[in-house]
């Protein structure tokens, strides 16, 4: 009776560590697929992440820095831009700041979160990196072109983690 008993402790356990969501990390997922892949980068213990972008029309460097909140979820900083026009405020609305400053634009937010957002990565000659924790990724490299994925801040499991594609390069 005791070993069984034991026995059962080390399979709940197991079961435990395989599939108990416990790494933070961003989650890449295709929106459009039977059987998503899901790409991943880890959240180190920086909490902010940036998305850089040439814009397609502009063909300018759009910056985008967010940090990650407390309970999981993307709060949008700023927006950093040379070009105004289309896609690109050029005036600022409740809850945010417009500026110039050097010869580019700067929207600031006070209070912007978002659970996820959908991110195309366009099948175009054009730069989409992602950074945090002092590296940086290329999304057209690392995700297919022409697909949407749901971004987002996900704790997955040691099943989800192997099941899934490691984009820190491990």
Do not use: W
């Not at 402790?9 to 989650?27: D, H, I, K, M, R």
């Not at 070009?83 to 409740?94: R, T």
């Amino acid at each position: 009776m005791r070993r069984a008993l034991l026995a059962a402790s080390g399979v709940l356990l197991f079961a435990c560590l395989l599939f108990v969501p416990l790494a933070e990390t961003f989650t890449f997922t295709e929106t459009r697929a039977d059987e998503p892949a899901v790409h991943y980068i880890r959240v180190d213990g920086n909490r902010n992440f940036v998305i850089r972008y040439t814009h397609s029309i502009h063909l300018s460097d759009v910056v985008e820095t967010y940090a990650v909140t407390d309970d999981g979820k993307i709060r949008l900083a700023r927006m950093e831009y040379e070009d105004l026009a289309i896609g690109l405020p050029g005036h600022a609305e409740e809850g945010e700041t417009f500026s110039e400053k050097g010869g580019k634009y700067v929207l600031e937010y006070d209070d912007k979160v978002l659970d996820s957002f959908v991110l195309l990565i366009a099948d175009i000659d054009a730069d989409l990196e992602f950074r945090h924790g002092g590296r940086n990724y290329d999304l057209k490299e690392k995700l297919q072109r022409g697909k949407a994925y749901d971004f987002r801040i996900r704790k997955l499991s040691l099943f989800e983690l192997m099941k899934g594609m490691n984009m820190n390069g491990g």
